[in-house]
């Protein structure tokens, strides 16, 4: 390293925040996806099994607007899940253009066999922290997605890459100035 760079305020990505996250989110998705993929799903049909059985009849773009997941995206799980009979469109009441979405059956029974195994996966991610811990962990991802949020929306697709499992978006991005 130059005497000029040594003087220099040098990043260490060991200790630099938004790697360290970076690195832990895709090693997570990774792992997760795994898991899913044993099941046959995607992540991001996972997610959007996950939302609808969180609520049932959300539209599709009300996941799109729940998850930092892509229109695209959303789309091609939704049909996807549709085609594989994990789930039903409904035309809405007050719109008969937009379809609400529900778990059939299948949607239902594949929903509980891959909760437990997120569940453990979870619970082995958590090992050694303390209940109070866990709740102070989710809390400051709260307020660090929170204070992301506030960048504005220039962060939105670096945020929609990563969700979808392409965390090295966020490693190559440069935020504008």
Same mark, same amino acid.
């Given at each position: 390293?130059?005497?000029?760079?040594?003087?220099?305020?040098?990043?260490?990505?060991?200790?630099?925040?938004?790697?360290?996250?970076?690195?832990?989110?895709?090693?997570?998705?990774?792992?997760?996806?795994?898991?899913?993929?044993?099941?046959? +799903?995607?992540?991001?049909?996972?997610?959007?099994?996950?939302?609808?059985?969180?609520?049932?009849?959300?539209?599709?773009?009300?996941?799109?607007?729940?998850?930092?997941?892509?229109?695209?995206?959303?789309?091609?799980?939704?049909?996807?899940?549709?085609?594989?009979?994990?789930?039903?469109?409904?035309?809405?009441?007050?719109?008969?253009?937009?379809?609400? +979405?529900?778990?059939?059956?299948?949607?239902?029974?594949?929903?509980?066999?891959?909760?437990?195994?997120?569940?453990?996966?979870?619970?082995?991610?958590?090992?050694?922290?303390?209940?109070?811990?866990?709740?102070?962990?989710?809390?400051?991802?709260?307020?660090?997605?929170?204070?992301?949020?506030?960048?504005?929306?220039?962060?939105?697709?670096?945020?929609?890459?990563?969700?979808?499992?392409?965390?090295?978006?966020?490693?190559?991005?440069?935020?504008?100035?």
């Amino acid at each position: 390293m130059s005497k000029s760079l040594r003087a220099k305020d040098v990043l260490k990505l060991e200790t630099f925040l938004p790697y360290g996250l970076s690195v832990l989110t895709h090693q997570m998705a990774t792992r997760f996806s795994r898991l899913y993929e044993k099941f046959g +799903l995607s992540t991001s049909q996972w997610r959007v099994l996950v939302a609808i059985a969180e609520e049932p009849g959300r539209t599709a773009q009300a996941v799109v607007e729940m998850t930092p997941m892509d229109k695209g995206i959303v789309s091609r799980a939704v049909k996807g899940l549709v085609h594989d009979n994990l789930l039903r469109r409904e035309a809405a009441r007050e719109d008969g253009r937009m379809s609400r +979405l529900h778990l059939t059956a299948k949607g239902e029974e594949i929903y509980d066999r891959v909760l437990p195994e997120i569940r453990r996966l979870e619970a082995r991610l958590l090992e050694g922290f303390t209940q109070a811990e866990q709740a102070k962990l989710l809390e400051k991802v709260t307020r660090l997605r929170e204070n992301l949020a506030a960048l504005g929306e220039d962060h939105k697709a670096a945020a929609t890459a990563i969700m979808a499992g392409g965390s090295s978006v966020m490693m190559q991005s440069t935020p504008k100035a």
